[in-house]
């Protein structure tokens, strides 16, 4: 983040800092000192243009981003870059196998009585380093070329994977967790772009070279040929088939073990202040310590199948060698054979083997590109389960009535969470939602902006079920204000405008004193372009309620619904909250879910929610005279000196 935040700024070294410091100085900006303009005009003149990235996203994916994920489909869209790597790899192959040719013909030509010839072995021995040369030259083309289409691949692939998460719905980033989301963006689109650079390519020209060797060697002398194949085959094929079964088994223990370790590890440092507060991190360690070991011994394992497959294979090379030298000597003897062709044999011979012991090597990224490319199979066709009908249209601009009709839902089948809730806001009208902990005051809300589908029942908005409308059109007329306001790492002024793009100077300006927050701005040292920390750990709860009213009330909804934060807060933020709050909530539907029995005071109406049912509504005034379920609440919560509500309830 440090150096994307530097560039990001950049503007501002010149601008935005250069400026607030003068500003702090009592001084007006003057611009860039004329000594430093020249410098300044030639750096920018070195930036690159970057056009204005065109991002389309819509909510059903194309038909392109709906193709199931395989490898050709990955690599088809650069044919350029496929068919290069392939032709590199065939010649690479061939130049390779030469050398042995040479040193047959060599051999034969040059040395042999009667053909004895100084000029031939030279020629010979040059033309094998010039092809030896030309060998290396091709391998680091192909090297560059393989390594140019996996990191097109990957970004690609990358942008996918991302644009796909945006799609999905709430509940798969419930179920998931982000440890084990985080390590398909991370470990398996890196396996797969390792299987990209280097295996494929290495396969297919360790396989080739095998094939052109047993060619050689049939073309050379067949009887030879066939008895080294007779020889080594049948051996190496059962060791193959061992090794398979082995590491494919070990492969899967260390796949599944450090998905284990990164959860563990994203959960540990995800909750560090609780670990830290409750004097956990002995635990910590040791839990760790725990399933960092079983991942160690299932790497073991794997170290232990390599060890066994690769020296065994030498073995039967060597094993080879010395039948071929009985078998070739005996056929040199009986003038069946030339020494020269012997030679050549012995040669190959032992290059047939090389390949088979960087296989061996290759193999476990072979298998985790495969099982990463299932992964990711898997992530892209999950479904949303709130998603867009074929046919949706554009939410109409809202008047904001809101309908719970006979609304069932259930977070899972075997347990409901609302039963039959019937419930009509109307336009303009504040509605709070108060009840104990559990009750199902946030559900509600959830399904109101359709962060979740009811399992029966409909949701209107202005009398459209809002099934029907594209989720785009919908959420742009929702405000959500949720319990924790997330910040993003930025700055405020890009935190707040977060809702709407095409904000203006005036409207942050209003909403910074509309939420009350022109003290705190005043007092950052860039004002309103300030960075915050990611998830805004550097300011307090209060100021993070604000800026999150801040950046609903620029994003200017219909229809507002505000999670109340539980976090107690002094009675002055109390106050300046209540406010922002009050001007918020100006012409304009609203559920509050209300922690604070003042906010619900302050509510048109307030609906008392327990065991995901409604079990009063009415005006404040008349709930309070009622004397039912709200009054004993009401009552508690002033006894316990108005504390939570939600517990005052319970
Ligand atoms: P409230 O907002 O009134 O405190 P919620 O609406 O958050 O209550 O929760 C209602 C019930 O649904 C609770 O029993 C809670 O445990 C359950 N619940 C909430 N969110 C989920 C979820 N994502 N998955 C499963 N159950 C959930």
């Known amino acids: 983040m440090g150096w994307g935040g530097g560039w990001s700024s950049a503007g501002g070294m010149f601008g935005g800092s250069a ?9 007006p900006f003057g611009g860039i000192p004329s000594e430093l303009m020249e410098e300044a005009t030639k750096l920018l003149a070195t930036e690159p243009e970057h056009p204005k990235s065109q991002i389309h996203f819509t909510q059903r994916p194309s038909e392109k981003e709906r193709q199931r994920l395989t490898l050709p489909k990955l690599l088809k869209v650069y044919p350029k870059w496929v068919v290069a790597g392939s032709a590199l790899v065939i010649i690479i192959s061939l130049t390779l196998q030469a050398g042995p040719l040479l040193t047959e013909f060599a051999i034969k030509n040059g040395m042999e009585r ?18 030896a040369l030309a060998s290396v030259y091709f391998q680091r083309l192909q090297v560059d070329v393989t390594g140019k289409l996996s990191s097109r691949v990957m970004h690609d692939l990358r942008i996918r994977v991302f644009t796909h998460f945006q ?30 650079q280097d295996g494929i390519s290495q396969f297919a020209l360790q396989g080739l070279t095998m094939v052109v060797i047993t060619a050689i060697l049939f073309a050379t002398n067949v009887t030879l040929a066939a008895w080294t194949v007779l020889m080594i085959v049948p051996l190496l094929f059962v ?15 260390s796949r599944d073990r450090i998905a284990l370790v990164l959860a563990d590890l994203s959960e540990s440092l995800y909750g560090i202040r609780v670990v830290t507060a409750n004097n956990r991190q002995r635990h910590n360690i040791r839990n760790h310590r725990h399933v960092v070991g079983a991942y160690r011994d299932a790497n073991l394992y794997t170290g232990r199948v390599n060890a066994i497959y690769g020296p065994s294979t030498a073995m039967i090379g060597i094993l080879g060698q010395a039948m071929l030298l009985g078998i070739g000597g005996h056929m040199v003897l009986t003038h069946q054979l030339n020494v020269a062709y012997l030679i050549a044999f012995f040669l190959y011979l032992n290059r047939f083997f090389a390949p088979i012991q960087l296989l061996v090597q290759q193999y476990n990224s072979l298998q985790q590109g495969r099982s990463s490319i299932i992964r990711l199979r898997e992530l892209l066709q999950t479904e949303p389960t709130v998603d867009e009908m074929e046919n949706a249209v554009t939410l109409p601009a809202l ?10 839902f259930g977070y899972s089948p075997e347990t409901q969470v609302l039963h039959d809730i019937d419930l009509e806001i109307a336009p303009g009208e504040s509605v709070a939602f108060v009840g104990p902990t559990g009750a199902g005051k946030s559900t509600m809300a959830k399904l ?5 589908d009811p399992t029966s029942g409909r949701v209107l908005l202005d009398g459209i079920d809002i099934r029907t409308v594209t989720l785009r059109s919908l959420r742009s007329q929702l405000g959500v204000v949720p319990q924790e306001a997330f910040l993003f790492a930025g700055s405020i002024r890009t935190n707040l405008s977060f809702g709407r793009t095409d904000i203006d100077e005036d409207e942050i300006e209003t909403a910074i004193d509309v939420v009350g927050l022109r003290e705190l ?8 372009d300030t960075p915050v920390h990611e998830r805004g750990q550097t300011l307090s709860a209060g100021e993070r309620q604000q800026l999150a009213l801040a950046r609903a009330f620029l994003a200017r909804p219909r229809v507002l619904i505000l999670d109340e934060a539980t ?5 002055r933020s109390e106050t300046v909250i209540e406010r922002a709050l009050d001007r918020l909530l100006e012409g304009r539907s609203a559920i509050l879910i209300a922690h604070r029995l003042t906010t619900a005071q302050r509510a048109d109406r307030i609906v008392v929610i327990d065991h995901g049912g409604i079990v009063e509504m009415g005006s404040p005034r008349d709930l309070l005279a009622a004397g039912g379920a709200y009054s004993t609440m009401y009552g508690a919560w002033l006894a316990s000196g108005g504390r939570d509500a939600t517990r005052a309830g319970a």
């Open 399 to 408: 008047e904001g009535r809101i309908t719970f009709e006979h609304v069932n």
């Open 167 to 196: 799609r999905l719905s709430m509940d798969f980033f419930t179920d998931e967790k982000a440890g084990v989301l985080m390590s398909r963006m991370t470990s398996d689109i890196e396996n797969l772009q390792q299987l990209i």
């Open 114 to 131: 009667g053909h004895r010839s100084l000029s031939v072995i030279v020629v010979c021995a040059l033309l094998y380093l010039v092809l």
């Open 19 to 27: 400026q607030a410091a003068s500003g702090r100085a009592g001084l």
């Open 448 to 452: 109101a902006n359709r962060f979740y």
């Open 521 to 528: 701005i005043d007092r950052l040292p860039e004002g309103i």
């Open 567 to 571: 976090s107690s807060l002094d009675l």
């Open 239 to 253: 060791f193959t088939i061992w090794f398979h079964q082995a590491s494919e088994r070990g492969y899967l223990l």
